[in-house]
T-cell receptor
Framework: DAGVIQSPRHEVTEMGQEVTLRCKPI?????LFWYRQTMMRGLELLIY????????DSGMPEDRFSAKMPNASFSTLKIQPSEPRDSAVYFC???????????FGDGTRLSIL | GQQVMQIPQYQHVQEGEDFTTYCNSS?????IQWYKQRPGGHPVFLIQ?????EVKKQKRLTFQFGEAKKNSSLHITATQTTDVGTYFC???????????FGPGTSLSVIP
C-alpha cells in the first residue's frame, strides 16, 4: 500500500524564492497534518485539515506560510518569500480521524540559502 | 497552555541495558501516543494508550499511562542497536483537539 507521499524530497533554494511542498495523503484518510522539524524547536504542528477544511492553523509561523487542500488527495504548503530560518524538514501526515494514528511521509528537507 | 515535558533529552546506553523515557503533561489527557523516529527517517507510530493506568507491551517495549492520565512512560528491556532513534510522545488533551508532540528522547545504543 502506498503511504503518504511527499515531494520534493530535497529542496535547496535562495532566500526570497517561493517554495511549494506537496503531499498526497493515504487514500481514505480524511485528516492531513503539516509539521516542521528542527533541532531547536523539535516537531511543530503547523496546520491540520479535516475533510479538506483547515481546522487549526495556529502553528503557521507567519503570513509567508500558506497551506491548501483543494481535494482529498492533495495538499500544498507554500512559503513566499522564503528565508534561511525556514530551513527544516517538513513532514506531512494523514490519519483516518484527527484523533487517531498519524502516518507520516518521508519529509521534505528544505534548505534556504 | 498545554505543556509537554519529556525526559531525558538524550540517553546513551550500553547494548543490553534497559532504557526508560518519561512524558509529562500539565493537563489531563484523553489519550497519548508514542512514535519512534530513526535517524534520517520519519516518525512511526508505535502505540496509543487511552485508559487510566493502562499498560501495553510490544516485545521488549512496555508502555504505561499514569493513573491521573497526565504522564506516560516507555521502557525498553535489554536494548539493541535497532532501538536507536528518537522516541516521541504525542498528547491530546481533554479540552482541546490538537495533538502536541513532546520534544523527544534521543536514544543511542553502544554495541
Amino acid at each position: 500500500d502506498a503511504g503518504v507521499i511527499q515531494s520534493p524530497r530535497h529542496e535547496v533554494t535562495e532566500m526570497g524564492q517561493e517554495v511549494t511542498l506537496r503531499c498526497k495523503p493515504i487514500s481514505g484518510h480524511n485528516s492531513l497534518f503539516w509539521y516542521r522539524q528542527t533541532m531547536m524547536r523539535g516537531l511543530e504542528l503547523l496546520i491540520y485539515f479535516n475533510n479538506n477544511v483547515p481546522i487549526d492553523d495556529s502553528g503557521m509561523p507567519e503570513d509567508r506560510f500558506s497551506a491548501k487542500m483543494p481535494n482529498a488527495s492533495f495538499s500544498t504548503l507554500k512559503i513566499q518569500p522564503s528565508e534561511p530560518r525556514d530551513s527544516a524538514v517538513y513532514f506531512c501526515a494523514s490519519s483516518t480521524d484527527g484523533k487517531l494514528t498519524q502516518h507520516f511521509g518521508d519529509g521534505t528537507r528544505l534548505s534556504i540559502l | 497552555g498545554q505543556q509537554v515535558m519529556q525526559i531525558p533529552q538524550y540517553q546513551h546506553v550500553q547494548e543490553g541495558e534497559d532504557f526508560t523515557t518519561y512524558c509529562n503533561s500539565s493537563t489531563t489527557l484523553s489519550n497519548i501516543q508514542w512514535y519512534k523516529q530513526r535517524p534520517g527517517g520519519h516518525p512511526v507510530f508505535l502505540i496509543q494508550l487511552v485508559k487510566s493506568g493502562e499498560v501495553k507491551k510490544q516485545k521488549r517495549l512496555t508502555f504505561q499511562f499514569g493513573e491521573a492520565k497526565k504522564n506516560s512512560s516507555l521502557h525498553i528491556t535489554a536494548t539493541q542497536t535497532t532501538d536507536v532513534g528518537t522516541y516521541f510522545c504525542a498528547m491530546r488533551g481533554t479540552s482541546y483537539d490538537k495533538v502536541i508532540f513532546g520534544p523527544g528522547t534521543s536514544l543511542s545504543v553502544i554495541p
